[in-house]
């Protein structure tokens, strides 16, 4: 968790440099304007946003994303189907997929997979469009997200408290799942063929195979 202690340190290192200035309140409300100017903006991404894209908004910035790979889209509907089947079967809460948009402090996300804990879900409504922090978040590699993905997605999820993150990687066909100790994502796992059980979805445990081959998909449902 190096990146994470660094991102710290800097964070604590800009608040002591503006801190050391004597016009440290011009400084902050230098930033204050630029951060209204910033909600105006995401005020009319909300307006303008449609069902139709797959769009986020990052840090001030719209992200349009491209059409994925059809090995992205696989890892991901076969993802999603195991996690469905057994939160649905044991009444554990709701199952978002690639549509869904997040709204934390100052981002929207629309992660590939993410799941809300019953406690959550049923304060949802059936016409909802933005959604609170989940309790999991799954986020597909692709070259085009990579950098956001391990970035600034993995500390804002961090920051806002998301219990578990996994980064799944559909070219290496790997897992990489951190869970959340005290403020801090920690690494349990990063493999390509072993089992991987989820803190977030109670008692929900795959064979990481199962994500990237269709064979082991079928078995892993059939126990499920």
Same mark, same amino acid.
């Given at each position: ?85 057994? /939160?649905?079967?044991? &009444?554990?809460?709701?199952? @978002? %997929? $690639?549509?869904?948009? =997040?709204?934390?402090?100052? !981002? ?43 970035? /600034?997605?993995?500390? &804002?999820?961090?920051?806002? @408290? %998301? $219990?578990?993150?996994? =980064?799944?990687?559909?070219? !290496? ?52």
């Amino acid at each position: 968790m190096e990146t994470q202690l660094l991102t710290k340190e800097m964070s604590n290192r800009i608040v002591s440099e503006i801190m050391n200035v004597p016009d440290a309140y011009l400084v902050l409300d230098a930033v204050q304007k630029a951060l209204d100017e910033e909600r105006k903006r995401r005020l009319k991404f909300y307006n303008d946003i449609t069902e139709q894209e797959k769009v986020e908004f990052i840090n001030g910035k719209i992200v349009v994303h491209s059409p994925v790979k059809m090995k992205h889209n696989q890892a991901s509907l076969n993802l999603a189907q195991l996690m469905n089947i057994y /939160v649905s079967k044991y &009444d554990l809460g709701f199952v @978002g %997929i $690639e549509k869904i948009m =997040i709204t934390l402090t100052r !981002n929207d996300y629309e992660p590939d997979i993410c799941f809300f804990r019953k406690e959550k879900a049923v304060m949802l409504s059936a016409d909802q469009t933005l959604f609170p922090a989940p309790d999991l978040v799954v986020e597909i590699l692709s070259t085009s997200t990579e950098a956001r993905d391990r970035g /600034v997605k993995f500390d &804002d999820y961090q920051a806002h @408290g %998301i $219990e578990e993150y996994w =980064i799944i990687d559909p070219e !290496n066909e790997t897992l990489e799942q951190y869970h959340l100790v005290g403020e801090e994502y920690k690494l349990i796992l990063k493999a390509p063929s072993i089992d991987v059980k989820s803190f977030a979805i109670d008692g929900f445990q795959i064979p990481i195979r199962a994500i990237f081959d269709y064979a082991e998909n079928l078995k892993a449902i059939q126990n499920l």
